[in-house]
């Protein structure tokens, strides 16, 4: 009898991480097709973060990007999305930008290096005393970042904060996650491709334009270094 009901129980706790995986690999599979089916990327980045906060009832999802200003790396925020219940106060407890230092040496290098952080915000082994201080100051319980890469290089952060539970994520959660910040570091490529084409293309048609121009004032164009 006993073997009965620990494999029952096994099975319960296989069904329960298999529902887990599915809820979480349709989250991904909405989001992807978001980002790979919008015009532009600003249109579709709101959209998908609503999909991945409301899908795991999160409080926020912000993407905050890092940027190197005077000579310091500075996380500057990207997009935000808050649930209804956090709306009233998105102005006063939206992510501000911060200094990267903030995260201490540790969690940069492991964001760095392409690896997750996160957890119980009072976890004094996994949050900096600073970090966790401005965290419980936004109302925050839990928060996870996953890294972004775009090119092969660091780009930034995709953030989920829990304010009103202490939700701790699984592995299987955490993989799922860190997908959908693959998705979004391919989005920006994909972005800034299109963009650097269309400035090369808006160049050719600038040197065409002012070419023929010359030409019709009968100016003799000389190329450079001809």
Same mark, same amino acid.
């Given at each position: #009898? ?13 069904? #329960? ?42 409080? @926020? ?33 939206? @992510? ?74 699984? #592995? ?24 650097? @084409?269309?400035?090369? #293309? ?10 023929? @121009? ?13």
């Amino acid at each position: #009898e006993q073997a009965a009901q620990a494999r029952a129980s096994q099975l319960q706790q296989s069904n #329960e991480i298999l529902s887990v995986r599915e809820r979480w690999l349709d989250i991904t599979a909405a989001a992807a097709n978001k980002l790979l089916s919008a015009d532009d990327l600003e249109s579709a980045i709101a959209p998908t973060m609503e999909i991945l906060g409301k899908g795991i009832n999160a409080d @926020r999802v912000g993407i905050m990007k890092a940027d190197v200003s005077d000579g310091n790396l500075l996380y500057s925020r990207y997009a935000e999305w808050a649930s209804e219940e956090q709306l009233d106060q998105t102005q006063v407890n939206k @992510r501000p930008d911060f200094p990267a230092k903030v995260l201490g040496d540790r969690l940069n290098q492991r964001l760095g290096h392409g690896h997750w952080v996160g957890g119980d915000v009072e976890d004094t082994a996994i949050f900096p005393a600073a970090l966790r201080e401005d965290l419980k100051a936004l109302g925050i319980q839990t928060s996870y970042s996953v890294p972004i890469f775009v090119s092969g290089e660091f780009w930034g952060v995709i953030g989920i904060d829990h304010c009103h539970t202490q939700t701790l994520l699984s #592995e299987t959660e955490i993989a799922v996650f860190q997908t959908i910040a693959s998705c979004v570091g391919n989005a920006i490529q994909r972005e800034q491709i299109l963009q650097a @084409r269309e400035q090369a #293309e808006k160049a050719i048609l600038e040197e065409r334009e002012q070419a023929a @121009r010359d030409r019709a004032a009968g100016i003799e164009f000389q190329p450079p270094g001809g």
